[in-house]
């Protein structure tokens, strides 16, 4: 049975937003709870003085636990989590491991924040680690695992964006909702998705750390991010360089227009739209004509930024 209780508090965090009220998750004190004497329970996990047996704090035993199909991370850092198992064997782990009982079974309990601790612990030979246990849905535990990674800046981008866009297809979320529940803007979301447009092999360079969040989200834009990105790599470039190179690309790009849709040569009226709509967006705005009838209407940008705002406009219009 759910605890009340627990779910006020739940609801409480989502509408200030999970990422500033995830530390209210674990009371904030995680040291005071590593120090305290920890009686044995007939269950077989040790638990607090004065804890529910169901939820709350206690110590599992390592194998207890799993890891959460909801980690957003792919990728762990080897000597870092060296580094870390080699602190756990001398302080052992301060910061309780959030998790929630693994559904369908009663002594298994999934990860939710903390699954570096447990490898650190594993590889330190350690029994049992503290935890905090709470009641957590698919759609919260899988929220609160890409916040936990965002707030100590565990992931990559394209591991961040991968987290951002499952939150968006699996449980329906909007950009306006995963930023308020992210802490972030909407732009921000909305250009960290783009991401995924990116080909495979420059997604395979940013995992391997060869290419930065920045030089990513000049690539979203080019004609052959691909080409690009190899160019950044070989001769390390910094997202300025890579920006200006961008730009030059964007110079000499050729037209679409060809000579079955030659433009008509336009009249006062036009023009001053044209200058309208320019002075309304701040951008600069293009209307083509055509013989047939047809036409378009090009809105040049130079940031992502100023195309989040259009985008904004036209669909809050």
């Known amino acids: 049975m759910s605890n009340k209780g627990d779910d006020m508090n739940m609801n409480a965090a989502k509408k200030r937003g999970l990422g500033r009220g995830l530390n209210a998750l674990f009371e904030d004190d995680e040291v005071t709870f590593a120090t305290q004497p920890v009686p044995a329970s007939a269950t077989g996990v040790s638990a607090v003085a004065g804890e529910s047996p169901h939820n709350g704090r206690r110590m599992l035993g390592i194998d207890q636990l799993q890891p959460s199909p909801f980690q957003p991370r792919q990728y762990m850092d080897e000597a870092a989590l060296a580094e870390l198992a080699q602190s756990v064997a001398v302080h052992g782990v301060l910061q309780p491991i959030l998790v929630r009982q693994k559904p369908g079974h009663n002594q298994i309990w999934e990860i939710i924040a903390g699954e570096r601790r447990w490898r650190a612990a594993q590889k330190a030979q350690l029994h049992e680690v503290p935890v905090v246990i709470r009641e957590f849905d698919d759609e919260t535990a899988a929220e609160i695992a890409l916040i936990e990674n965002l707030q100590r800046a565990d992931l990559n981008a394209l591991e961040e964006a991968q987290g951002i866009k499952r939150l968006m297809d699996e449980y329906g979320h909007t950009q306006e909702k995963l930023a308020a529940v992210l802490g972030k803007s909407r732009s921000y979301v909305a250009n960290m998705v783009r991401l995924l ?5 420059v997604q395979m360079m940013m995992h391997g750390g060869k290419l930065s969040a920045g030089h990513a ?8 991010p691909l080409a690009l990105a190899r160019r950044i790599a070989d001769e390390g470039l910094t997202v300025r360089e890579a920006e200006r190179l ?23 009226n036009v023009l001053a739209l044209e200058k309208d709509l320019t002075d309304k ?10 013989k047939n ?15 989040d705002d259009v985008i904004r406009r036209i669909t809050s219009a």
């Open 293 to 307: 009838g047809a036409g378009a209407v090009r809105i040049d940008y130079k940031t992502l930024d100023q195309l």
């Open 217 to 224: 989200k000049i690539l979203v834009n080019v004609v052959n």
């Open 281 to 290: 967006l701040g951008l600069k705005v293009v209307i083509d004509l055509r």
């Open 246 to 268: 961008a730009a030059g690309e964007e110079k000499t790009r050729p037209t679409k227009t060809s000579t079955s849709r030659k433009a008509v040569e336009k009249d006062v």
């Open 197 to 201: 447009n990116l080909p495979v092999d």
